[in-house]
C-alpha cells in the first residue's frame, strides 16, 4: 500500500478522538512529531494527555516538585507555529502533492476556523521545504542534465500576470520584460526540468545556463532562436535544430520540441492557478518547486509525499 493511500485512510471521514490518536502515533512514526518529550523543569519525560482541543492530545507534566507543564503535541515540528488541525495539515499535504488548484485545497479546509488565509500559508511552508530541498541537492548533486542516453530540449516562454477573465487593472507584473529559459532533460520515461527567470533571452544571458546545465557532449533539440544558433556545435555539444516555420518533426532525424511545449501549458497553468507570478521572487519560488516535483518529488518510491515527508525530517529533526 503506498504512503498517498495510507495517509488518505488517515484523514477521510469524521475527525475523532480515536482517529486524532491514530493519526498523531502515525505522525510520530513517520518523524514528523516528538515520540518523547522532556519537561524544561525537571527534565523528566512527559505524558501525553487527552484534551479538549485541536490537536486532542498534549504533553503535560504534573510532579509535585513544581506546577503543572504543559507543551502542544507538535513542539519542535512544522506544524508548531500553525493555527490549523493536524487532519488539515495532511489533507493539504496530501492534495498539494497532487497537485490541485489551491481554490479547490481552499474548499478541503472549510472546517479551519479563523482567517480565509490559512491554505495560503500552509502553501508558503510547503513551498519553502521544497526549495530547501532542491537547493541541497543542487550543491550535492550538480543539477545538471544530459550525459548517456538523455537529450535535452530547451526554450524559452514568457509568463506575465493575467488578470481574471482579463478584467481589472493590470499590475507590474503585467509588464514584466523577463523570461522564463526552460531546460528538460529527457530519458525514457524520466522528464527532469530547469527552469532560469532571465532577463532577456539574448546569447549573453543564455548560454551560460547551458553550460551550467547541460554536460558536454549531449545532444540539445532547440529551434532556430539566433541566440545559440552556430554556438552549441562549438561549444562541444550535439545540436539538432527544428525549423518551424517547415515543420514540427524534423525529418531527417526526428527531433522535436513537443515536450517542452507541452510542459509550458503545464508550467504555466500551475503557476498561474496558484497566482505565483505577481512578483519576481513569488515566481521564482513556484519555479524551484517545480524543478523539485521532477528531480526528487516524482522519483521518489512513495511520490511527492515520500519526498516531501523526507525533507520535513531534514529541516524539522524530532
Known amino acids: 500500500m503506498s504512503l498517498g493511500v495510507r495517509l488518505r485512510a488517515r484523514i477521510e471521514g469524521k475527525q475523532t478522538k480515536y482517529k486524532a490518536l491514530r493519526l498523531i502515533k502515525w505522525l510520530q512514526k513517520k518523524h514528523l512529531l516528538k515520540k518523547k518529550l522532556r519537561c524544561p ?60 488548484r489551491l481554490r479547490q485545497i481552499d474548499m478541503i479546509n472549510d472546517e479551519v476556523a479563523g482567517s480565509s488565509r490559512t491554505p495560503s500559508s500552509m502553501a508558503r511552508h510547503i513551498r519553502h521545504v521544497c526549495i530547501r530541498a532542491i537547493k541541497r541537492h543542487k550543491i550535492n548533486n550538480g543539477h545538471r542534465l544530459g550525459g548517456d542516453r538523455e537529450f535535452v530540449v530547451i526554450d524559452e516562454s514568457c509568463l506575465r500576470h493575467q488578470g481574471k477573465y482579463a478584467r481589472g487593472r493590470f499590475g507590474n507584473a503585467w509588464k514584466r520584460k523577463k523570461w522564463v529559459f526552460g531546460l528538460m532533460g529527457i530519458k525514457d520515461k524520466r522528464r527532469r526540468l530547469v527552469l532560469k527567470l532571465v532577463e532577456k533571452r539574448s546569447r549573453r544571458h543564455l548560454v551560460p545556463l547551458i553550460r551550467q546545465h547541460v554536460k558536454l557532449g549531449s545532444a540539445i533539440i532547440s529551434d532556430e532562436w539566433r541566440a545559440y544558433n552556430n554556438v552549441l556545435t562549438n561549444m ?27 510542459a509550458w501549458m503545464t508550467i504555466k497553468g500551475h503557476v498561474r492557478r496558484l497566482r505565483g507570478n505577481r512578483t519576481d ?29 523526507k525533507d520535513i525530517q531534514k529541516i524539522f529533526p524530532v
Open 41 to 100: 523543569v525537571c527534565h523528566h519525560k512527559m505524558k501525553m494527555i487527552s484534551v479538549v482541543k485541536k490537536d486532542q492530545y498534549m504533553w503535560c507534566c504534573k510532579r509535585a516538585s513544581h506546577r503543572k507543564v504543559s507543551r502542544t503535541i507538535r513542539t519542535g515540528s512544522l506544524f508548531e507555529t500553525s493555527k490549523s488541525s493536524l487532519f488539515s495539515w495532511m489533507k493539504f499535504i496530501y492534495r498539494f502533492s497532487q497537485g490541485l
Open 236 to 262: 562541444g555539444y550535439r545540436h539538432y535544430i527544428v525549423n518551424h516555420s517547415r515543420w514540427f518533426v524534423d525529418p531527417q532525424y526526428g527531433s522535436h520540441t513537443q515536450h517542452i511545449e507541452r
Open 281 to 309: 521572487k513569488l515566481l521564482e519560488e513556484h519555479l524551484m518547486v517545480l524543478e523539485w516535483s521532477s528531480w526528487l518529488g516524482s522519483r521518489h518510491p512513495d511520490g511527492p509525499p515520500g519526498r516531501l515527508f
